[in-house]
């Protein structure tokens, strides 16, 4: 995904990727250079608890981790439930 550099050297990271990330307004992100590339990374990762709940409309389990909690991936999904016993 292509970002603009502003005039101040700002750049603004996609909401979406936000989401995905978890990163809020106010959070630190670790810069480095690899390779020529510039790598960003929230420099504290945010504990969300996870766990089962059931939906009060369809009546089935499903995974929940709180309203401020980023979109969870199926790598992640996977991940949290190789965790439950």
Partial sequence: MEMKVLEKGQV???ASMRRRLGIKSGDKLKAEVKNGDIVLSPSRQRKFITRIITDPITGFPVLTSGPNAPVLTNE???EILADFP
């Fill in 76 to 78: 992640m999904v996977e």
């Fill in 12 to 14: 603004v990271i996609p």
